[in-house]
Nanobody
């Protein structure tokens, strides 16, 4: 069983920055790929970013490319999402997920474990 706990969400003005963290349980965290997704009420969950087991490969949605950066610290069992130049349309609940295969995926079905999410609100 893998438990994921997100933190770092909040309210920020447009153009501002936030850094989300996702702390994972489990001794084999360094073998997981991790993904970030976001969802607004009434809409489907959207892929944001993914990072492979080593951190050597990252994938981003076009809507966040150049603004968001995923990283990880395997010694701390934590993955991060640095969000810069935030826009009101980035407002959503952000959730991290673990893929036990270790490879990056954009499809939610590829992920085995999910966190509860953290709210990010960007005001205009």
């Amino acid at each position: 069983q893998v438990q994921l706990v997100e933190s770092g969400g909040g309210l920020v003005q447009a153009g501002g920055s936030l850094r989300l963290s996702c702390a994972a349980s489990g001794r084999t965290f360094s073998t997981y790929a991790m993904g970030w997704f976001r969802q607004v009420p009434g809409k489907e969950r959207d892929f944001v970013a993914a990072i492979n087991w080593s951190g050597g490969r990252t994938v981003y949605a076009d809507s966040v490319k150049g603004r968001f950066t995923a990283s990880r610290d395997n010694a701390k069992n934590t993955v991060y999402l640095q969000m810069n130049s935030l826009k009101p349309e980035d407002t959503a609940v952000y959730t991290c997920a673990a893929d036990l295969t270790g490879t990056t995926h954009a499809a939610p079905l590829a992920y085995h474990y999910w966190g509860q999410g953290t709210q990010v609100t960007v005001s205009s």
